[in-house]
């Protein structure tokens, strides 16, 4: 099966979590974009849209404005056949200004239910996205919501580096991803999720 890993602004440098799992996990492979340090919704949302038919069923991991730009993909081509989503500290395009030319255009933060089960995780100390804003995201994606406490903005800088506690939830997310649970009961079952 293939975990697609979608980094965010400037992707994601070599000792981030999302490069260490592009090497460890057997089939990861990363969605190249053409400009890291200028985003742009449209071309963004293009390019992983196209890794997405090239690997149908693959499980998205995203990361900050990956994370956004899965939703997006999510709302606009529901009938894309996505396994599953991880997606860890989100970012907020609403939240702050930004001095990055083109971070505007990924909002507003889509509110459509996914098609697919997905984990949001969130820190009560991301400077891009409130933790409160990020559970009521969660609930309107239908995604289970996990609580990371002060964990920062969930990269190296906060001291995740090979980021374990996320791998095992991936784990969680690949098992159940073979299960048909529609995403409704995916929520209600949000508490048995653990990141410890």
Same mark, same amino acid.
């Given at each position: ?35 890291? /340090? ?22 998205? !991991? ?57 984990? !949001?995780?969130?820190?009560?100390? /991301? ?14 994606? /239908?995604?289970?919501?996990? /609580? ?49």
């Amino acid at each position: 099966m293939t975990v697609l890993i979608v980094p965010g602004l400037y992707g994601s440098e070599p000792a981030h979590w999302q490069s260490r799992w592009e090497s460890e996990i057997d089939g990861a492979e990363r969605v190249q974009q053409g400009d890291w /340090d200028a985003p742009e919704l449209e071309t963004w949302l293009a390019t992983l849209r196209h890794h997405v038919e090239r690997r149908p069923g693959a499980v998205l !991991v995203g990361h900050s404005l990956g994370s956004t730009l899965i939703a997006h993909l999510a709302a606009r081509h529901p009938e894309l056949d996505i396994g599953g989503a991880l997606l860890a500290a989100p970012a907020d395009p609403e939240q702050r200004a930004s001095r990055v030319c083109g971070i505007a255009s990924f909002g507003p933060v889509p509110d459509r239910p996914f098609a697919f089960p997905a984990i !949001v995780v969130a820190s009560r100390t /991301d400077p891009y996205m409130n933790i409160e804003r990020a559970r009521v995201i969660a609930n309107m994606w /239908d995604a289970a919501f996990i /609580d990371a406490g002060d964990a920062g903005h969930i990269n190296v800088a906060s001291g995740h580096g090979g980021w374990p506690a996320g791998l095992r939830l991936l784990d969680q997310l690949l098992a159940r991803r073979d299960r048909s649970a529609a995403p409704a009961l995916w929520t209600r079952h949000a508490a048995s999720l653990s990141i410890s």
